[in-house]
């Protein structure tokens, strides 16, 4: 009896910048967890189960490049800022933050600060390095490349000359040229869904604090000194209240364009004065509205009226006149928005009057919300066949249209329908890709649509109704229950599209 083959040397190389955006436009849990736990998908790469051996691959070789000055605000709000937050760890996130993680991972992290305008020498480094390995006395069977950068190409095609094993990691945008020169290829989906999603982040949500037992006093026996007691400790600094931060910044605007002569000023000019009065829009990203522009539209107030192209807006008043021509002078703004700087942020009241209930959402940002809700409560679980729960956040148009697309072209076979159905709503002027088409297909077949079949009469429209139905059953199987409101947003967003 032989014993078994040892599994394959190889060399890893991690480009942390791409991957990390390319798995934060995928979810930006997944992107987090790459970063945080570089042991967890590591492991998944080598094929080890329970600390034992490598049964896939023997990674001799760990190297990760990364530029420890980027960093990326994460939304207030969403998974990746509460969970931080629940860690007293600032929403802002450095690169350098992870590279702890990588070291204890036997990484060897390298770093690449830019040198050029957002380029920074990850890809000469890395290139220069597997050029190096190479020529290594010891032999590396396999080369693993987690990066999608078509850039590398070279570098694939001479590890092939030299009869090494290639395995690259795959995105929506990497070129055929460069799939085709790799041994093996890591889905984007199959990395951050099998080597992250059972990572503490990927189940994160808004949880009540933990109960803080009652402090009991020790027992001091009779005419024993009294124990010196620690000082108390400092109290937190409060967190500014959101709503009504929002409506004294909202206060502060209304008050600097009826102070203009024309009822306008320009958006930057007020992007620069608002912060200096309200130091905390800076923490709060805007009231929790995202930039300022953001926090006037949902405003909804004529008063607060935007108009101009979006690196010229103006804030206008429609009840006094109609939105100012992009030709007006800056002359007009400057000495308004320098006055309106001058005046005193309003002082909060002693004791607020009762906060006003919110206006109601508009339908299309409610259906907006309610998709990247579903997103997030799906993320990370899987069906009975082992297949993610994707979600992708169509607009109601894309939707609309892939329905269509889908009941017109029945009978049809999923394994090649997704790619040509993606190439018809690109015709169209839509963004959808391949697998974004792929995991609707799968989610119309969970609520046993037969797309082996002819289509029925109802078309488009039973395909609505099935998603919507599916949607709903999942959540209610895996423990999740949408709000009333919520499910009325789902339902308007599975059929709004189809006209």
């Known amino acids: 009896m032989t014993d078994q083959a040892p599994p394959p040397r190889a060399a890893l190389y991690v480009d942390f910048d791409n991957v990390f955006m390319a798995l934060l436009r995928w979810d930006e849990r997944a992107a987090y967890a790459f ?46 800022a509460r969970y931080r937050a629940a860690r007293d760890l600032r929403n802002r996130t450095y690169y350098s933050e992870f590279r702890a993680a990588f070291v204890q991972a036997g990484f060897d992290v390298v770093d690449c600060p830019p040198i050029a305008w957002l380029k920074n020498s990850a890809d000469m480094k890395m290139a220069l ?69 059972n990572l503490p982040i990927a189940q994160f949500s808004a949880h009540a604090p933990p109960m803080v037992p009652p402090v009991v006093p020790p027992v001091v026996p009779p005419g024993a000194p009294p124990t010196p007691q620690p000082a108390p400790p400092r109290a937190a600094e409060p967190r500014p209240d959101l709503a009504t931060l929002r409506a004294q ?22 992007g620069q004065a608002l912060p200096r009065a309200f130091p905390a829009l800076r923490n709060t990203d805007y009231a929790g509205a995202g930039s300022l522009g953001a926090l006037i539209e949902e405003a909804r107030d004529r008063r607060l009226s935007l108009s101009g ?24 703004a400057e000495p308004e928005t320098a006055r309106a700087e001058a005046q005193p942020a309003p002082e909060p009241a002693a004791d607020p009057p009762a906060e006003a209930p919110p206006p109601a959402l508009s339908p299309e940002i409610a259906m907006a919300q309610v998709a990247q809700l579903l997103r997030d409560l799906l993320w990370g679980s899987r069906d009975p066949k082992g297949l993610p729960h994707d979600l992708p956040t169509f607009s109601p148009a894309e939707l609309g249209f892939l329905l269509h697309a889908i009941s017109a072209a029945l009978p049809l076979d999923p394994a090649t329908a997704a790619a040509e159905l993606a190439e018809a709503a690109a015709a169209q002027g839509h963004c959808v890709s391949a697998r974004e088409v792929t995991a609707l297909l799968r989610w119309l077949m969970r609520g046993y649509v037969k797309l082996h079949e002819p289509a029925t009469p109802e078309g488009a429209g039973r395909l609505a109704r099935v998603l919507f139905a599916t949607l709903v059953n999942t959540l209610r199987a895996l423990g999740e229950k949408l709000s009333e ?8 967003w599975t059929q709004s599209g189809l006209g």
């Open 485 to 492: 409101a919520e499910t009325e947003a789902l339902r308007a």
């Open 249 to 270: 910044a909202l206060d502060w605007v209304r008050e600097a364009v009826a102070r203009s002569p024309n009822g306008a000023l320009r958006l930057t000019d007020l």
């Open 309 to 332: 192209p979006p690196t010229r807006r103006w804030v206008f008043d429609a009840e006094r006149g109609a939105a100012p021509g992009d030709s007006a002078p800056e002359e007009e």
């Open 35 to 80: 970063g945080e736990r570089p042991d967890a998908w590591l492991a998944w790469l080598e094929g080890r189960e329970d600390g034992s051996r490598p049964a896939t691959r023997r990674t001799l070789v760990r190297r990760c490049y990364l530029n420890p000055g980027g960093f990326h605000d994460f939304q207030l709000g969403r998974p990746v």
């Open 129 to 197: 390095d597997i050029r190096e390995a190479l020529d290594h006395r010891t032999h590396f069977d396999e080369f693993v490349l987690l990066s999608g950068d078509s850039d590398f190409l070279p570098a694939l095609a001479r590890l092939r000359a030299h009869d090494r094993r290639v395995t690259v990691l795959a995105q929506d945008t990497a070129k055929a040229a460069y799939l085709a020169a790799a041994d093996m290829v890591v889905g984007l989906d199959e990395f951050a869904h099998a080597g992250m999603g």
